[in-house]
T-cell receptor
């Protein structure tokens, strides 16, 4: 089945550090990738949708200068949390959809980000 | 606008008993419905989907779901629960009438299977 690889799985760093998270579709091409944030005991909150070769579309309330998304190829999207602060601590999950509107989204295993 | 409701925050069931996790949806066009499962500190795993065709959809790990258009429901079921089924379950919907490719997720239902 379709596999999405997300790295790193856990990051602990000091406030002010920029953190990059990678999301790769391993055995399929993903024209569209999605980045979510999940708070404890809550559902997924869509942060942005990224399309290969174009600028990401951010959801309302998500700072595009804080959460930088790059989708350079059909198999790789990156999320960079710029100058992270403790309130950015969360579980971040990426997702990629196989080509075709009725295809399911496949998810990475998530990145637990802890800012001290 | 599209929305998904999972009315139960938690479902408890004894091992070996049948389980049901409820989901209702609201969309403006034809619904594309999905169920995902999330284990602790992991991403979501795809279980099954309904696009068109038979209302009863079979998926991974013995799960199935029944699409009911009149009740706008897509409940997840399994005839005999296992302890290993304990996890967080998310229902999701996408509709061609939404104008975007985004899935809308329910808030999740925690399933606990008691040995």
């Amino acid at each position: 089945g379709a596999v999405v690889s997300q790295h790193p799985s856990r990051v602990i760093c000091k406030s002010g550090t920029s953190v990059k998270i990678e999301c790769r579709s391993l055995d399929f091409q993903a024209t569209t990738m999605f980045w979510y944030r999940q708070f404890p005991k809550q559902s997924l909150m869509l942060m942005a949708t990224s399309n290969e070769g174009s600028k990401a579309t951010y959801e309302q309330g998500v700072e595009k200068d804080k959460f930088l998304i790059n989708h350079a190829s059909l198999t790789l999207s990156t999320l960079t949390v710029a100058s992270a602060h403790p309130e950015d601590s969360s579980f971040y999950i990426c997702s990629a959809r196989e080509q075709g509107l009725n295809q399911p989204q496949h998810f990475g295993d998530g990145t637990r980000l802890s800012i001290l | 606008a599209q929305s998904v409701a999972q009315p139960e925050d938690q479902v408890n069931v004894a091992e070996g008993n049948p389980l049901t996790v409820k989901c209702t949806y609201s969309v403006s066009g034809n619904p594309y419905l999905f169920w995902y499962v999330q284990y602790p500190n992991r991403g979501l795993q795809f279980l099954l989907k309904y696009i068109t065709g038979d209302n009863l959809v079979k998926g991974s790990y013995g799960f199935e779901a029944e699409f009911n258009k009149s009740q706008t429901s897509f409940h997840l079921k399994k005839p005999s629960a296992l302890v290993s089924d304990s996890a967080l379950y998310f229902c999701a919907v996408w509709s061609s009438g939404a104008g975007s490719y985004q899935l809308t997720f329910g808030k999740g239902t925690k399933l606990s299977v008691i040995p």
